[in-house]
């Protein structure tokens, strides 16, 4: 089946530095992708989504100045957590749509903890 | 906006036997799906059963069955067999097929599994 690779699965940083977080379609071409954020024990929230080629559209409430989003291919998205707080502390994980029938599969995520 | 409603934050069932999850709905739509997914301790996300609204045959897959009423907006996943490997939250989820093709969580349902 289609399988979405996510990458780093866990990382750790200082506060003030920048995360870079890759988000790859490896067998499908992905038209659309999405990144969600869930804190523990709870659900997943939709932070944006992001079309091949053009600007990602944000979720109300999410800065787009600090969670930049670069959908540079059909295989590639990437989210970058900029000037990082303990309070971006979270896991986050995207998805991809495509594929012959447009089915959605998700990366298996990125646990991201901001010293 | 649609919304997604899951009322049992906690369930739990014996090995073997039988459970069902509820879910309810908001939408004006006529045209969408439905789907749950589990998320197991390692958390990546992983897509149990689908529905569309516009088939009125219930979907199963294997020992997940569904039984959905499309007039009371509600979508509730039925386990039968339960194994040890079920254990997880489980999520129900939304989709328009028309507008903003975004996917909307419940907000979870953590199943446990007595032995």
């Known amino acids: 089946g289609a399988v979405v690779s996510q990458h780093p699965s866990r990382v750790i940083c200082k506060s003030g530095t920048s995360v870079k977080i890759e988000c790859r379609s490896l067998?499908?071409?992905?038209?659309?992708m999405f990144w969600y954020r869930q804190f523990p024990k709870q659900s997943l929230m939709l932070m944006a989504t992001?079309?091949?080629?053009?600007?990602?559209?944000?979720e109300q409430g999410v800065e787009k100045d600090k969670f930049l989003i670069n959908h540079a291919s059909l295989t590639l998205s990437t989210l970058t957590v900029t000037s990082a707080h303990p309070e971006d502390s979270s896991f986050y994980i995207c998805?991809?749509?495509?594929?012959?029938?447009?089915?959605?599969?998700f990366g298996s995520g990125t646990q991201l903890s901001v010293l | 906006a649609q919304t997604v409603t899951q009322s049992q934050p906690e369930m739990s069932v014996q090995e073997a036997e039988t459970v069902t999850l509820s879910c309810t709905y908001d939408?004006?739509?006529?045209?969408?799906?439905l789907f749950w997914y589990k998320q197991p301790p390692s958390r990546q996300m992983i897509l149990v059963i689908r529905?569309?609204?516009?088939?009125?045959q219930n979907a199963t897959e294997n020992r997940f069955s569904v039984n959905f009423q499309k007039a009371a907006k509600s979508f509730s996943l039925k386990i039968s067999d339960s194994q040890l490997g079920d254990a997880a939250m489980y999520f129900c989820?939304?989709?328009?097929?028309?507008?903003?093709?975004?996917?909307?969580f419940g907000t979870g349902t953590r199943l446990t599994i007595i032995p």
């Open positions: 067998d499908f071409q992905a038209t659309t």
């Open positions: 939408t004006s739509e006529s045209d969408y799906y």
């Open positions: 992001s079309n091949e080629g053009s600007k990602a559209t944000y």
């Open positions: 529905q569309e609204a516009y088939k009125q």
């Open positions: 989820a939304y989709i328009s097929l028309f507008g903003n093709e975004k996917l909307t």
């Open positions: 998805s991809a749509q495509g594929g012959r029938d447009e089915k959605l599969f």
